[in-house]
């Protein structure tokens, strides 16, 4: 079955860049996006990019997509104390409406 | 505009006893999806609905079910709760030409004890 998987933890200082890498396992994937989760909220969709595409740029926010590789990560430049969360890297495959999640890494912004 | 609304917020239930969730999608949303969030293990599908049909459902047992209503609101239900159902659930809406947004509500925490 589909697979993603995403390191647990990452803490950076306000100021820096984020790196927030996933690899997924399915090779049919056509959507991958990652989510936003504040403490006690819904999840927040970031920003998404299709398989056909190498690279998405929205304000703060780059996606990177290896296609090859199976590998997605998302930068957030100039990492802000209000960028603390959980990201959620995700897998549209088999069909758009059956989304995988990764497990999720806790972003630390230290001041 | 609102986004996805779910209640209850927080929900504590015995083991063996029915809970129903529910979920109203933003205006004009004809998708609603429901996922669960239990400790470690990250979002699972769990199940799929447009047009008042179900069209897909993850790999959980028949005792999770849900029905979607002629404004597109959603239920979900759960029977004979079991300890590891405690999650978070949560309720997400799409445009049915634009499924790969989809929208999340807040959640509701179920707790079974």
């Known amino acids: 079955g589909e697979d993603v998987e995403q390191s647990l933890f990452l803490s950076v200082r306000e100021g820096d860049s984020s790196v927030i890498n996933c690899t997924y396992t399915d090779s049919s994937s056509t959507y991958l996006y990652w989510y936003k989760q504040e403490p006690g909220a819904g999840l927040q969709l970031l920003t998404y990019?299709?398989?056909?595409?190498d690279m998405k740029q929205d304000q703060r926010l780059t996606v990177l997509l290896n296609k090859k590789d199976k590998h997605l990560s998302l930068r957030i430049a100039d990492t802000q104390t209000g960028d603390s969360a959980i990201y959620f890297c995700?897998?549209?495959?088999?069909?758009?409406?059956?989304?995988?999640f990764g497990i999720g890494t806790k972003l630390q912004v230290i001041p | 505009e609102a986004g996805v609304t779910q209640s209850p917020t927080h929900l504590i239930k015995t083991r063996g006893q029915q809970v129903t969730l529910r979920c109203s999608p933003i205006?004009?949303?004809?998708?609603v999806y429901w996922y669960q969030q239990a400790l470690g293990l990250g979002l699972q599908f769990l199940l799929w609905?447009?047009?008042?049909?179900?069209?897909n459902r993850g790999n959980f047992p028949p005792r999770f079910s849900g029905r979607q209503f002629p404004n597109y609101s959603s239920e979900l239900n759960v029977n004979a709760l079991e300890l590891e159902d405690s999650a978070l659930y949560l309720c997400?809406?799409?445009?049915?030409?634009?499924?790969?947004?989809?929208?999340f509500g807040p959640g509701t925490r179920l707790t079974v004890t």
């Open positions: 205006s004009g949303h004809t998708s």
């Open positions: 995700a897998d549209g495959a088999g069909g758009y409406q059956k989304v995988t």
């Open positions: 997400a809406s799409s445009d049915r030409d634009r499924v790969y947004e989809q929208y």
């Open positions: 609905y447009d047009e008042g049909e179900e069209r």
């Open positions: 990019i299709f398989s056909n595409m």
